[in-house]
């Protein structure tokens, strides 16, 4: 159980990156496209 719930964690925090990175490459293609 504790195991699983720390990859469920590790999971989450990956994901969350995955989205911040991404938003940031889509914020830079906007600013270049401007």
Known sequence: MK????VL???FV???QMV???KDLMKVD????R
Do not use: D
């Not at 906007?30 to 496209?33: E, N, V």
């Open 3 to 6: 195991l699983k719930e720390l």
């Open 9 to 11: 964690k590790n999971n």
């Open 14 to 16: 990956t994901v969350n």
């Open 30 to 33: 906007y600013i270049q496209l």
């Open 20 to 22: 911040l990175v991404l």
